[in-house]
Structure formats: C-alpha cells, structure tokens
C-alpha cells in the first residue's frame, strides 16, 4: 500500500481536492455544530461533515505535505477493509464527471494506466506491487459494475476556497497564442476559438496536473488545454469545469424548526 501511495505522491497524482478525515484537525466546536454523524452511511463520514461544515460556512483545509502513515496490516486486511467499505457505504463519490462512460469505465475496471503501474513496480522495485494493484482494482471495478439499489454515485462536495484556487491556478498559466505583433504565430494558432464566446482566442490556458483528473475528457472542447479570448472567460470555463465536476456547495444557514411546532 505504501509503494502505491508514495507513487501516486512522487507522480502528483493525488488530486489537489484530496481530503480525508484522518491527516484533519477538527475545531470541535465547528464538528459539534455540524453534527449528526451520518446513519444514512456510516462509510462517508468524512464526505458528509465536510458538506456539513461547508453549509455553515467552515472551511476545510488540507495540508498535502502531512503524510498519514496508517496503513493496513498486510494486503488481505487491507482487500477485507475494501469490501466492506463497499457493502457499507450507501454512496461513491466521484468527482470525474465521466466516470459513468463505458469505456471509461472499462479501462478503469482493467487497472487504469499501465504505464502508472509499471512505473510503481519500477520505483518500489517489488514484483508484488502489480499484482496487488490489479486485485485492489478489479474488486472496485467488479463492485462498481454490479448493479445496487439505494447506492448512488455523488459528487464530492467543495466549496468557493477551493473554487477560487483552482480559478487562480488556471489562469495563472495563461500563454500568448500570438506573436506581439498580434500575427499569429504558427498556422494553427490562427484559428483557436474562445471555449467561452467562440471569438478569436488569444491566450491558451492549461488545468494544473494534480487538477486534471476532474475534467470531462470525453467531451469535445476542454481538454488539458483550452484557449479563450481573456482571463475573464478563462475564469468562467474553469469555474464551468469545477462546478460540473463537485457538488459545490454554499454557505446557507440552517432553518431552524422551532420547538412545539407553533
Ligand atoms: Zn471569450
């Protein structure tokens, strides 16, 4: 577990977003306020609070160089812990907004990436590694494949902290498609059209790598890269992409019922 980890680390390939309830210090006052642990599912506790403390306008931050170290005992352990997540849990969260694609789907239920996990075998130089990952995956995949009712897929919830880094991180790396002439550069860079309003485009922007996992690859349009006429309409595909891929949620004060129903 520990050569998966620290490749995906090494490999940014732990989403920017990523979150858990266990590398987290809680104010307990904001935990208590939030309240209600979830008996609707007892696997997504963390999900749900973080929803929660996003509603009463708390924010929750997480420090990617913290390194929880807690592993399983051994690869059975950690198969058993899978499974029954799975039974548990009324509710997967996603926040790839193609993962309902079938071929997404099925490069997914195959293990991903080989490159990825040749690249782990390579780095932990450990034969077992592949074979681990490829049961870890395939007990996923075959779980999500199975047909369940009252499971449903959710996307993770996020909040305008988040939005405006992303936001940031995108237009940040805004690049020139023109010379300084306003000619074009090369032939293709001539016809790029704003993602936003069509117009002609003069900036191309990219999504940062540990972002990338939540964009709609299967869609014609947005890709890695995109192109668009200003930083304003930057802004607003980027902020298009984030919102189609989390439950972005709002700080919105709880009703209160009153007591005795008067
Ligand atoms: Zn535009």
Not at 114 to 136: D, E, G, K
Request: charged share 25%; net charge positive; proline share 6%.
């Amino acid at each position: 577990m520990r050569a998966f980890e620290a490749s995906m680390y090494r490999a940014k390939r732990i989403p920017a977003w990523s979150f858990s309830i266990d590398n987290t210090l809680f104010r307990t006052e904001a935990v208590k306020r939030a309240g209600g642990f979830p008996i609707e599912d007892p696997a997504s506790a963390d999900t749900i609070l973080r929803k929660n403390l996003f509603k009463l306008g708390y924010r929750w931050l997480t420090d990617s160089t913290l390194i929880s170290g807690h592993y399983r005992k051994n690869f059975l352990e950690q198969l058993k812990h899978q499974a029954k997540s799975f039974e548990l849990a009324r509710y997967s969260w996603s926040s790839s907004p193609e993962t309902s694609s079938a071929p997404r789907r099925f490069i997914s239920l195959l293990g991903g990436n080989p490159v990825h996990v040749l690249n782990m075998t390579l780095q932990s130089r450990m034969l077992r590694v592949p074979l681990a990952w490829y049961t870890l995956r395939l007990q996923r995949g075959l779980y999500l494949a199975l047909p369940h009712e009252n499971k449903a897929v959710r996307a993770v919830p996020m909040d305008d902290w988040y939005l405006t880094k992303f936001v940031r991180a995108v237009t940040s790396s805004r690049r020139s498609v023109r010379g300084a002439n306003g000619e074009a550069n090369n032939s293709h860079s001539a016809d790029k059209t704003c993602t936003w309003c069509g117009q002609r485009a003069g900036f191309a922007y990219s999504v940062p790598q540990d972002w990338e996992n939540i964009l709609p690859k299967l869609r014609p349009g947005i890709g890695r890269v995109f192109f668009a006429c200003s930083d304003l309409h930057a802004e607003k595909i980027a902020s298009k992409i984030f919102k189609d891929a989390f439950d972005y949620v709002t700080f919105s004060p709880p009703m209160r019922l009153k007591p005795g129903g008067t």
